[in-house]
């Protein structure tokens, strides 16, 4: 065999795509990567990995990632009206069930730097910037992509299976035919990012959910260049307001202080809109392609489950792509790949994002009263605050998907 029939192409070089490499190119087989990007995107998305994908990630990597982040075993729900504290979970309750009884807090640039610092060492692994994916094709026993080149020269590249991680507009999707079904929120959601010390000067804790009937947010630490480290604050906006008001000086001010005033005006770092869905592929398979992370799925950020569904779907993926190409596993196998993922996709990460959001900004005081008495309840019974808590840390979804099996 040829190198061109044993090789896998990954479209994307987030931290999904690094990853599925990373894991394939261990095994020393043959493997490309292109980015359309001349390096890695840094912008200030995901931070929260869970107890269910730390569990899956190799103990040097799991290492690294919280020296360079931040570790926090508990989260709060806060009621921003009262400005009560509703809840406190403790991920200690977890023990049991998982090696990793908390959070790690780190940006995912660096997650992703440090996977691809790992997958540059492989000889069998070509990682190409600037070199976008813009066609695919699929013939019998091989895929074909066409890729631009920073100098605009198109070239093609064949290999046996293609990973499409390249982002929730993912090309290799579109130029599949593969639907991406679901909905848009009418509502962007703003980070804004700042120094302004929240756990001293108002004694939240690093993750921090607050329910408000009018407009929600979540307040997050992340480590940044090192001590004393940033705060993450995540807003809905009005869809009526233009993107330069909301991200004006004046806008964002007017913003942090209607949630948090302050005597000062607050230093912001990062300003960024986004756009935001719920959508999951109609098949996570079409022959040769398969799509991972948010070429596959897309949430909205409440409870931070994007990037551990994708970091997961890049373990399940590359695990079945070596025992194809290294065992002589039937190919078959990928439509489990696509059965435990897209099925916890839909199931559990669309479901539980929707119904985080649903909480979060609910105005009826009778359900808001009835959301905050169940958090309430939760958090005061340990059986309760740990069944909870499979939930949120994706435990559940991860034994759900562990049990499945193909059917004839
Ligand atoms: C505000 C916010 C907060 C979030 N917080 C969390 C969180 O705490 N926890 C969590 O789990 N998730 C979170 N998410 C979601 C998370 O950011 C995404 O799920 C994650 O980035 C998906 O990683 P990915 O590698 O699949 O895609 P991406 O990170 O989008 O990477 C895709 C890569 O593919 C490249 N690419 C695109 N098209 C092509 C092409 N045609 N050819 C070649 N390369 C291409 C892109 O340049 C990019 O480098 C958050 C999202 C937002 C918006």
């Known amino acids: ?24 190119g261990r095994h020393g087989l ?119 080149e920073s100098s605009g020269a198109i070239s093609q590249h064949s290999g046996a299976f293609l990973v499409g991680a390249d982002g929730g507009r993912s090309t290799v999707r579109r130029r599949s035919e593969i639907r991406f079904e679901g909905f848009t929120w009418p509502e962007r959601l703003i980070v804004l990012t700042t120094p302004f010390d929240f756990e001293a000067e108002r004694g939240y804790c690093y993750r921090s959910y607050f329910a408000d009937p009018g407009a929600w947010c979540n307040c997050f630490k992340v480590s940044a260049d090192g001590p004393p480290g940033l705060w993450r604050t995540v807003y809905p906006t009005d869809p009526a307001q233009s993107e330069e ?41 079409k022959a040769r392609v398969l799509l991972a992370g948010d070429a596959a799925h897309v949430n909205n950020p409440i409870g931070g489950m994007g990037l551990n569904g994708g970091i997961q779907d890049a373990v399940n993926l590359a695990d079945k792509l070596v025992r194809i190409m290294r065992d002589g596993v039937p190919e078959r ?51 309760r605050a740990r069944q909870f808590l499979l939930r949120t840390s994706m435990i559940a979804s991860q034994r759900r998907a562990e049990a499945m099996e193909l059917r004839d």
């Open 1 to 24: 065999m040829t190198d061109d029939n044993r090789r896998i192409l990954i479209a994307g070089g987030g931290p999904v795509g690094l990853l599925c490499a990373w894991l394939i």
């Open 30 to 148: 043959p493997l490309r990567l292109f980015d359309n990007n001349r390096a890695l995107q840094v912008d200030p998305r995901a931070a929260t990995t869970h107890p269910a994908t730390l569990d899956l990630l190799d103990d040097a990597l799991v290492g690294d990632m919280a020296r360079v982040g931040l570790t926090a075993p508990i989260f709060q729900f806060w009621d921003r009206p009262s400005q009560q504290l509703v809840a406190q979970f403790d991920h200690a309750v977890l023990k049991n069930d998982t090696r990793h009884p908390f959070v790690v807090q780190c940006e995912q640039f660096k997650t992703a730097k440090l996977i691809l610092d790992r997958l540059q060492l492989f000889p069998n692994a070509e990682v190409l910037f600037d070199h976008e994916v813009i066609d695919v094709a699929q013939h019998a026993g091989a895929v074909t992509v066409q890729v631009r």
């Open 245 to 285: 008001d909301i991200l004006s000086d004046a806008g964002v001010q007017a913003r942090m202080q209607s949630f948090f005033p302050s005597p000062q005006p607050y230093e912001i770092v990062h300003r960024n809109l986004y756009v935001t869905h719920q959508r999951v592929a109609e098949t996570f398979r």
């Open 333 to 383: 196998l990928l439509d489990l790949y696509n059965l435990q993922r897209r099925t916890v996709a839909i199931e559990f990460v669309q479901q539980q994002s929707i119904a985080n959001k649903a909480r979060l900004e609910a105005r009826d005081p009778a359900v808001r009263k009835r959301n905050l008495d169940e958090l309430r309840a939760s958090a005061a019974n340990p059986e």
